[in-house]
Every structure is written in C-alpha cells, then in structure tokens.
C-alpha cells in the first residue's frame, strides 16, 4: 500500500478522519497528504515536533493558522477547537497528523489514528 493510499483508504475512508498527512518522523518531508492539508514547514512543524516529547509544557498548537488546544499527551497528541480536532502520532519512522470534524467523536478519532500507527510501527516504519 502506498502512503497515499493509507490517507485515502485507513484514514480518511474511516468516516472519521477528514484530511490528514504523513511526514517523516523529523517532520522534514511529507510523505503523503489530503488536499489542501498543508502544514507549515518552517513555523507549524517545529512545534508539532517539539509538543511530542515528554513533558515539553506546549498547551496548545497552531496548525494550518488555527489554534488547537492539547487536551491528552498519552500515547499521541489529542487536540481540540471547539468540537473539531486532531490526532497527532508517531511512529519509528513516521508522524501521522490526522483532523476530524466536529460531528465525531475523539475517540474515535483517535483510536483511527493510533491502530493505523501501531500497524506501521509492527510493518517497521
């Protein structure tokens, strides 16, 4: 399966994810993405990378020019505006960025999110 193929097909074919990326786990490339998905290399990404470490003390993130505040840190980053939000998570080799529209839930979200995540951490990525 290629990376597109794992936006289209496991994410955003769930019905619970609405657009999503996959970058390198460095945040330096992006692997594959949904239309109009664009997260800022130089500003967003930095940040991004910097809320997934431990203990990093970021409450919120700006990401395609919305602030998100971080409302979990377990497992991947759960963030939240409004009744919309995302689901940030990492594998060995890669970082999953994943948004859901306000008529689902989080955790369905995430569970989306995470089960792809663990399935490519198994594969070695």
């Given at each position: 399966m290629s990376w597109q193929d794992y936006i289209d097909k496991s ?81 060995n080799q890669a970082l999953l960025i994943a948004h859901h529209p ?11 999110v995470e089960n792809l995540a663990d399935y490519l951490k198994g594969?070695?990525?």
């Open positions: 994410l955003i074919g769930s019905k619970y994810i609405d657009k999503a990326a996959i970058f390198a786990a460095d945040g330096s490339s992006v692997w594959a993405s949904s239309p109009g998905f664009v997260i800022e290399p130089s500003k967003e990404m930095p940040e991004i990378i910097k809320a997934l470490k431990e203990d990093s003390g970021i409450t919120s993130l700006v990401i395609q020019g919305e602030k998100y505040i971080i409302v979990n840190t377990e497992g991947s980053l759960r963030l939240k505006k409004g009744r919309e939000g995302l689901v940030i998570a990492k594998t306000d008529t689902v839930q989080l955790p369905n979200a995430t569970a989306t594969q070695g990525y």
